[in-house]
């Protein structure tokens, strides 16, 4: 199965090797964001919505930042087991 959005992004990274290494540097790291972004946002959506709310906690703060910071820490949330 084909994801759209991630062949666009190697088509980018391919493209760009071939003009500069600033450009094809600065590429993985949209590509690295994008791929960590995927799989936070996939995991986020797997939680199951408890009465404490942490599903809607973690993609309120996913949602609002733009920065690599939220999902990764996000990606590295264990969530509390209650006994």
Do not use: W
């Amino acid at each position: 199965m084909k994801f759209v959005p991630l062949d666009m992004m190697k088509d980018r990274v391919e493209a760009a090797k071939q003009d500069s290494d600033i450009a094809f540097f600065y590429d993985l790291l949209y590509l690295g964001e994008m791929m960590l972004k995927i799989v936070v946002s996939g995991t986020i959506a797997s939680l199951v919505d408890d009465r404490d709310r942490h599903r809607h906690d973690h993609g309120r703060v996913f949602a609002r930042r733009d920065a690599l910071r939220a999902p990764v820490r996000l990606a590295a949330f264990r969530p509390q087991v209650s006994a």
